[in-house]
Every structure is written in structure tokens, then in C-alpha cells.
């Protein structure tokens, strides 16, 4: 069974940074692309981030480019999402993600995923 671990959520000012980090199993790091989706309470999931195994390439939400940042630990098999200049509007809860994606921007669309964790709930204050 995949397990996805997710931590690092939080409450922080707006301005201020968290990181979230995404454990899983190797087997599951080195064969799946891996990204970071959230949603707010009655809208839609949104993908903020992702990255490709093997070559790492990465993609981001225009929203939130230039102040995340998406990044693999392989000897952890961890994913990170750094979050910097938080603003409100990222108030979410937060999943990491990992699937057999067809690559390129669909890297960013939730139904190129199988496996979800169990999501982190990031608030900003003002």
C-alpha cells in the first residue's frame, strides 16, 4: 500500500514561510512524479506544484511562482514545498500527491495522481 506522510503545516503570518514536507516509500518516490495540490472549502482542487522523476522537471501554478518551491531529497524520498511571501489567498489545506503521470503540464491536473496524503492545513494571519 502507498502511504504519502505529510507535515510541516501551520499557521504564520502573511509574509512569512513554512515548509511542507511528503514522505514515501522509495519505491514509490523513484517511479512517480510527485506534486502538491490544495483546496479551500467549497472550490475547486488546485495544483500548485510538481515535479517529474527522473529528469526533475518542475511546474508551478502562476499563482504561486517565484514564491514556492518544489524539491526532492532522493536519499529521503522526500518532496518538499518551500512556501515564501505566504498571502493570504494560500490559506488551504494542502496534499501532497504522487502518480504514473504522462508528463509535461498534466503534472498539474489531480487525475494524473493515484495517491494522496492525508493533506496539512496551511493558514495565513493577518
Known amino acids: 500500500q502507498v502511504q504519502l506522510v505529510e507535515s510541516g503545516g501551520g499557521s504564520v503570518q ?3 514561510s513554512l515548509r511542507l514536507s511528503c514522505v514515501t ?7 512517480n512524479c510527485m506534486g502538491w495540490f490544495r483546496q479551500v472549502l467549497g472550490k475547486e ?4 506544484a510538481a515535479v517529474s522523476p527522473g529528469s526533475g ?3 508551478y501554478a502562476d499563482s ?13 524520498n522526500t518532496v518538499y514545498l518551500q512556501m515564501n511571501s505566504l498571502k493570504p489567498e ?8 504522487a502518480g504514473s503521470c504522462t508528463g509535461g503540464w498534466n503534472l498539474m491536473r489531480g487525475y494524473e495522481y493515484s495517491y494522496w496524503g492525508q493533506g496539512n492545513q496551511v493558514t ?3
Open 45 to 48: 482542487r488546485e495544483g500548485v
Open 25 to 31: 516509500s522509495r519505491v514509490t518516490y523513484s517511479s
Open 14 to 16: 502573511a509574509g512569512g
Open 90 to 97: 494560500d490559506t488551504a489545506m494542502y496534499y501532497c500527491a
Open 64 to 76: 504561486v511562482k517565484g514564491r514556492f518551491t518544489i524539491s526532492r531529497d532522493n536519499a529521503e
Open 57 to 59: 522537471s518542475t511546474y
Open 124 to 126: 495565513m494571519s493577518s
